[in-house]
């Protein structure tokens, strides 16, 4: 049995079907699988959405959950793919006290030198926006924790391939 496990990115085209997320969480749930993140969106094709989901299984498990994911009827088609197969960001936002942006020249720095970009400011608080890899992200929660986060939010991943997927001319099949 194999047991390597590690990080995939599971992309999936839809139709838009209410109930659908339901049955796809189940097919992770069954086998004992958490969800790293999932996000969704509407795809290259008018009427399909695309899902992203991270899991970290075994390649032998990731093929068998693709291959119940596919039989999911309103499941166009299913891929996975490893972090050297793809490009990918998360993006995330913090609220931080006001006062700390203009006492602090500690914290301009970090905003400057994460590439962070500041989307609000106000008497009490501001916002920060920061787009990159996990690792960017939790390094500039870890830099900005000290001063007090007051609210913090992350998206999940989003991806596309470095390889042709051919899922257009699928999904053109789709729609005809």
């Keep these: ?50 899902w992203t989901i991270v899991v970290f299984v075994s390649e032998e498990q990731i093929r068998k959950i693709i291959g119940q994911i596919e039989k999911q009827v309103e499941v166009i088609k299913a891929y996975y793919h490893t972090d050297e197969e793809t490009i990918y960001q998360e993006s995330c936002m913090f609220k931080i006290k006001s006062d700390l942006l203009f006492e602090d020249r500690q914290i301009q720095n970090i905003i400057k030198e994460s590439n962070a970009r500041i989307v609000t400011v106000n008497r009490e608080f501001f916002v ?34 470095k390889q042709e997927m051919k899922i257009t001319e699928l999904l053109e099949a789709f729609q005809a």
Aim: hydrophobic share 35%; with cysteine; proline share 1%.
């Design 128 to 161: 920060l926006e920061k787009s990159g890899r996990r690792s960017e992200v939790d390094l500039l929660y870890r830099e900005l924790k000290p001063f007090g986060i007051m609210q913090f939010v992350r998206s999940g991943r989003i991806s596309v391939t």
């Design 1 to 50: 049995m194999e047991t390597n496990k590690q990080l995939f990115t599971v992309s999936i085209y839809t139709e838009n079907s209410v109930g659908l997320l339901n049955r796809i969480s189940a097919i992770f749930q069954k086998r004992h699988i958490n969800i790293e993140c999932i996000s969704t969106s509407v795809s290259e094709i008018d009427g399909v959405s695309r």
